[in-house]
Nanobody
Framework: QVQLVESGGGLVQPGGSLRLSCAVS????????MDWYRQAPGKQRELVAR???????DYADSMKGRVSISRDNAKNTIYFQMNSLKTEDTAVYYC???????????WGQGTQVTDSS
């Protein structure tokens, strides 16, 4: 099993920045990719960024150019740097581990990012 704990959310003004963190523990060797998702009020959860075990990254068009996903293997932590935040970025942000063994994925509890304007 893999456990995920997100942190770093909060209130932010449009144009501001936040860095979210996702601390990973458990069967880390089984993870082949880590994702950041977000879910805005009344909307479906959507994938916004991915980093593979090889370090390949990919981003949703809605956030491309404003965000960066990275990892610190020594700290078993995934980061999600968000810049030039917009009102529409308000959402609960979740990290997800994708694994090659059952149960095949694990979610964190989420961290809230809110426009403070």
């Amino acid at each position: 099993q893999v456990q995920l704990v997100e942190s770093g959310g909060g209130l932010v003004q449009p144009g501001g920045s936040l860095r979210l963190s996702c601390a990973v523990s458990g069967k880390i060797f089984s993870i082949y990719a880590m994702d950041w998702y977000r879910q805005a009020p009344g909307k479906q959860r959507e994938l916004v960024a991915r980093i593979t075990s090889e370090g390949t990254t990919d981003y949703a068009d809605s956030m491309k150019g404003r965000v960066s996903i990275s990892r610190d293997n020594a700290k078993n932590t995934i980061y999600f740097q968000m810049n030039s935040l917009k009102t529409e970025d308000t959402a609960v942000y979740y990290c997800k581990a994708n694994m090659g063994v059952s149960p095949f994925y694990s979610w964190g509890q989420g961290t809230q990012v809110t426009d403070s304007s």
